[in-house]
């Protein structure tokens, strides 16, 4: 959500901005801005509604030279997707230049005050209070000195920011801040720079630094960058990160979009996470703060996530119950963070599942549950994200930058490393054997090459995707773990086709949903050779009896639902019914895809949604 940019140094600063701002396009927006500031002090500005590549084009013609700049992807919360409200936004002389990502809480009560002290707005936005600010104190009590005049304007604000700034009076200087709103910056031969991820500058450095909450960061064209703190005392050690993801990472690669190209990744993501987990003290997991002792005694987990990874978190509920004998309870973060009755024991520990690590809810919830007194452990696929920064433990998924909205990769990872922890948790308090959880291992590392059987059969995705033309809405079903397995296909159709998609547990359709079929409804039954196969063909049953058409996702040879079905998406035996989530949801996510380039819409940017959804 929102995307800053920055850069000073010896090249020109617009061809930067505006792949660096492409490389953020994938955390979601609707306008973008560039702002760039010549070495004698003009500032230039292009701005729109709408793509990065609409932008390209509007500053070929603009042309703006200069070696220092500023750039952002806005997506909108105060105020229309508009020209006028994206970023850079200016201070009343027009000297200042400001991008910002967060929400700015006290606006209307800072914009009133500004007002009456002669300032005017061009803008809607909460952003636009920010340099006025700055300029107030610019010409007053900084005297000059614009990491001062940045931080005196920040002190003023409520809410949450990662600011970058530049001003006409000192051309080639660049400062930026952040409070609750991540923001990297680094230093290189070619200048310094600055982000709000690390993907803009996987191809100019593989070392950043980043900022803690007030901090504010000079950056200077010889690539130097200073850090002082929010008292304006230096801050000497930085905490570091280095980037191990290579550009090319994020690079489409031949694939016709980035959703095609990480729902084949998936195999990969696995490996790399199972490789060296089994070791002498059987499943090896370090990121644990906890003792075994510690381990031992947790007693209730509550998992905390939003979205996809709260369907992950359903089905690391189904693995530690069964595996741990730990009651677990899931969570979405937006509906725990307003629960004021919620109870714990001394001994409840908390995971908290988040690919982005940024998003708002999940945060603030991960900190009530520290601040009940609980071990928070993150389980999250980028690196140095708030989540792992602020977790007393964190497990690094490494499924590689994921680009599309939509989670694919991340979905199955997190599942996997929630299977980790469930092991590992069986292993320390003791309710299950090492050779049963070696056992269990060696299972999960067959995943992969089942995983690989599924992506080879995708024409049955694709075939099955016709059963949706002309359709306006579907009904997605499961039993047991694949309740979850339908929820996550029907939330990844909704995302990407918009047809809309209710995802019911199998069992509970007769109790409404049932009401919705009609002749031609589309069912996307999950029915796996487990043990509530029975149950689910009665579900399947009713809904033909009411006209449906209904498309299984089931076990390699399972006949009865070949007869029943009109297309079956077919998945190899799994050893353990538990796993069958994980390469199922391989068919769905492609059965998505399919029926949402069938529409016609663009699969990586799905309209209205952020990658990092970093407001409340
Ligand atoms: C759906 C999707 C979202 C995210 C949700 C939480 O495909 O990606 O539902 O899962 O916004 O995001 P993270 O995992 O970054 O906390």
Known sequence: MCGVVGYTGTKQAASWLLDGLQTLEYRGYDSAGIQVVSPSGNLHGVKCAGRVAVLRERAAAANPVGTCGIGHTRWATHGAPTDRNAHPHLDGTGRIAVVHNGIIENFQ??????????????????????????????????HGDLAAAVRNACDRLEGSWAVACVCSDVPGTLVCTRNGSPLVVASTDDGAYCASDVMPLAGVTSHVLQLDDFDVATLSPDGTVSITDRDGRKVEHPSAID??????????????????KEISEQPEALERLLKDRLGKHGIELDELSLTREELAA???????????????????????????????????????NYNEEYLVTDHTMCVVITQSGETADTLTAARRMRGM?????????VLGSTAARESDGTLYIQAGPEIAVASTKAYTAQMVASYLLALRLALANGSMERAEVE???????????????????RWQDKQAARLFRGKQSSLFLGRNVNATTAYEGALKLKEISYLHAEAYPAGEMKHGPIALIEGGFPVVAVVPADHVH???????????????????????????????????LWVPPVAD??????????????????????RGYDVDKPRNLAKSVTVE
């Open 243 to 260: 980037i191990d993801w290579d550009a090319s990472a994020a690079k489409l690669g031949g694939y016709s979009d980035f959703m095609a």
């Open 577 to 598: 019914e538990l796993l069958f989530p994980t390469v199922a949801v391989i068919h769905l996510q492609l059965l998505a895809r399919y029926v949402a380039r069938d």
């Open 439 to 457: 056992k269990h291992f060696h299972e999960l590392e067959t995943l992969p090459d089942i995983m690989r059987e599924v992506l080879a059969r």
């Open 298 to 336: 947790v007693d209730k987990i509550v998992i905390i996530a939003c979205g996809t990874s709260y369907h992950v978190g359903l089905i690391a509920k189904a693995a530690i119950e069964r595996w741990a004998r730990i009651p677990v309870a899931v969570e979405y973060a937006s509906e725990f």
């Open 534 to 568: 029975d149950k689910t063909v009665s579900n399947i049953q009713e809904c033909l009896a009411r006209g449906a058409v209904v498309i299984g996702v089931a076990t390699d040879g399972d006949e009865r639902v070949a007869k029943m079905c009109s297309e079956v």
């Open 373 to 381: 007194g609980c071990n928070v452990f993150a389980i999250t696929n």
């Open 109 to 142: 009560e800072l914009r009133r005050e500004l007002m009456a002290a002669g300032h005017t707005f061009v803008s809607d936005t909460d952003t636009e209070v920010i340099p006025h600010l700055i300029q107030e104190a610019w010409d007053g009590p900084a």
